[in-house]
């Protein structure tokens, strides 16, 4: 049963990275060496399949499954719109908004950070269980959360960091007790097999991964901690968004010796 679960997801693995040409997937890296800028497409619809093993063994009851494939597979969708569709001429929130609103354009960008926030209104509404502060804080942090990987996925391994740097903060804060922590598990598990191309510098997760990671780690917070906790998460995240509106995030890392003492760990530079 569970190599039958696992054929689809092996072949649609082998389609997209035979098709990454084709469908404007193969770029060139900070390196200018064309890789497979998208392995997300390929990852998340492992964690999707695992997650689905894992309810079919009671591992982790349906809703659990239910939510995290939703969120997590609304988000890898809207990636993969920009993955394939989308353009590098136009950069940050304010640069999309701005095309929407003046020029009345639609810009992939645009669309992912519009169809992110009404999966954080959904989601968050199914987390909060009717407690409208909790919806709110939710429905804010789970979107903010899938895109400051994406703002991290510049360099080899740098997006894989901060989702486990977020993922252990979170950890330490709930005293190592998750809900549904075989799915949080699995997801972790994919992202470390998949981190060994990344931090090599043979591929990128691209928009897809970064997306559908960032909202497991934010749906996981918001799952997990407490008003106090998500909040802080939420102004921090939003100062670093806010950051990189005006400034490059990778040359304040290179600036400072001790962050590119750590950068320079993660993966090749």
């Known amino acids: 049963m569970l190599i039958l679960l696992l054929i689809p997801a092996l072949i649609w693995h082998i389609l997209i990275f035979r098709l990454a040409p084709r469908l404007g997937l193969v770029k060139l890296n900070f390196n200018k060496t064309p890789i497979m800028a998208s392995y997300g497409i390929a990852s998340f619809v492992y964690m ?76 968050g509404w199914i987390v909060s269980d009717g407690d409208v502060l909790r919806w709110i804080l939710a429905a804010m942090l789970i979107p903010l959360a899938s895109n400051i990987l994406n703002l991290f996925d510049l360099r080899p391994g740098r997006a894989v960091a901060v989702f486990f740097l977020g993922l252990g903060v979170t950890c330490i804060a709930v005293g190592g007790h998750f809900t549904a922590p075989w799915l949080v598990g699995i997801i972790a598990a994919v992202t470390l097999m998949f981190s060994v191309v990344d931090s090599k510098g043979k591929a990128m997760m691209g928009d897809s ?41 990778s040359a304040l890392i290179e600036r400072n010796p001790a962050l590119r003492a750590i950068d320079r760990r993660l993966g090749v530079r």
Do not use: C, P
Not at 212 to 239: E, K, P, R, S, Y
């Open 48 to 123: 999707a399949v695992a997650m689905i093993i894992l309810g079919s063994f009671g591992y982790a009851n349906w809703k659990q499954v239910s939510l995290y494939n939703a969120t997590l597979g609304a988000m890898w969708m809207l990636g993969i719109i920009d993955d394939i569709w989308g353009t590098r001429k136009v950069g940050g929130f304010k640069g999309h908004f701005r095309k929407l609103l003046l020029e009345r354009k639609l810009t992939t960008g645009a669309a992912k950070a519009i169809g992110g926030g009404i999966v954080g209104i959904a989601a």
């Open 209 to 249: 991964g970064s997306n559908a990671l960032g909202a497991a780690l934010g749906l996981t917070m918001a799952l997990n901690t407490g008003i106090v906790f998500q909040a802080v998460a939420i102004v921090v995240i939003a100062a670093v968004h806010l950051y990189s509106e005006k400034h490059s995030v």
